[in-house]
């Protein structure tokens, strides 16, 4: 019998995969989300079999994509520029000043989003 909840893009199991992003374990935790076509569609785009876990690589892979995606989105729309991908912290804590002065709850959603999981 199949598990329908495991076809299901869920809070949890995005929850769980942001958690895994910034959480260092050794066990091996499966997440759903490992099987998504949007995770296989990305795995056909670089080579991530010398990971210990393509998948879970692939998915956090994909996760930062979309957040660094959504921000440089949310802050082109405030006429502010891209993030760098290697920032100090003094230079991420100009960001988020830069981006509070807006007082745009989006912008200032997705730069938490984005200095929690991926800076």
């Known amino acids: 019998m199949v598990n329908l909840e495991k076809f299901l893009i869920t809070n949890k199991y995005v929850r769980q995969a942001l958690d895994q992003?910034?959480?260092?374990?050794?066990?091996?935790?499966i997440n759903p989300l490992h099987y998504l076509q949007l995770v296989e569609a990305h795995m056909m785009n670089a080579d991530y079999s010398f990971f210990p876990s393509p998948r879970q690589f692939a998915l956090n892979d994909l996760l930062i994509s979309v957040i660094q995606d959504r921000y440089d989105y949310q802050r082109n729309l405030h006429s502010l520029p891209p993030i760098k991908s290697a920032e100090n912290l003094i230079s991420v804590m100009a960001i988020v000043k830069e981006d509070a002065a807006t007082a745009n709850s989006d912008l200032i959603g997705w730069n938490w989003i984005y200095i929690h999981y991926v800076v």
């Open 21 to 29: 992003l910034i959480q260092v374990t050794t066990e091996k935790h």
